[in-house]
Antibody, heavy 117, light 105 residues
């Protein structure tokens, strides 16, 4: 069964760095790409970046200067790090699997991150 | 960035047919997909590649369109379809529409 699960701190202080982990099961990170998408409370979805199955990455140009995505294939984990957090970064952060032509067939349950002092 | 524009909300009666539109600021080829999101849940893939039905999605859902104009149709609408529907393109990076909230009368 395919599963993705996000984990990380629920509260981050302004100007600090966010570190999230996406742990996957039921598929290999070398066969499928994994994306990060976030959703501020009551708002729409924003694509953040992707860890390609081949190991390369791509980022949303609006976030590129603050964002880094990496992985550990032996642990089936994808990591997101974003620095200089502000209150507008408060959101639910999802990881998901890229299936056909960039559609996301499986999503994690999401992790709520609040940026506040 | 490719901007996707959706109407904010629609209200329909159960049993009716509803069409939810998505207009792209530039052509996205066939790289258009649709998701359903219910409150407190993660989005669920409904349609990929314009018109292909995702696994375990009822045939009441269908997709169509080309170029810059795309449509998600639900026929007939059921009470359980109350949700927000997002379009997404993956031709030029990835972007999502603002979402259409579907309410039942």
């Amino acid at each position: 069964e395919v599963q993705l699960k996000e984990s990380g701190p629920g509260l981050v202080q302004p100007s600090q760095t966010l570190s999230l982990t996406c742990t996957v099961s039921g598929f290999s990170l070398t066969d499928y790409s994994v994306h990060w998408v976030r959703q501020p409370p009551g708002k729409g979805l924003e694509w953040m970046g992707v860890m390609w199955s081949g190991g390369n990455t791509a980022y949303n140009s609006a976030l590129k200067s603050r964002l880094s995505i990496s992985r550990d294939t032996s642990k089936s984990q994808v990591f997101l790090k974003m620095n200089s957090l502000q209150t507008e970064d408060t959101a639910i952060y999802y990881c998901n699997r890229d299936e056909i032509m960039g559609s996301f067939d499986y999503w994690g349950q999401g992790v709520m991150v609040t940026v506040s002092s | 960035d490719t901007v996707l524009t959706q109407s904010p909300a629609l209200a329909v009666s159960p049993g009716e047919r509803v069409s939810i539109s998505c207009r792209a600021s530039e052509g996205v080829n066939s790289y258009m997909h649709w998701y359903q999101q219910k409150p407190g849940q993660q989005p669920k893939l409904l349609i990929y590649k314009v018109s292909s039905l995702a696994s375990r999605v009822p045939a009441r859902f269908s997709g169509s369109g080309s170029g810059t104009d795309f449509t998600l149709t639900i026929d007939p609408v059921e009470a359980d379809d109350t949700a927000t529907y997002f379009c997404q393109q993956s031709w030029n990076d990835w972007t999502f529409g603002g979402g259409t909230k579907l309410e039942l009368k």
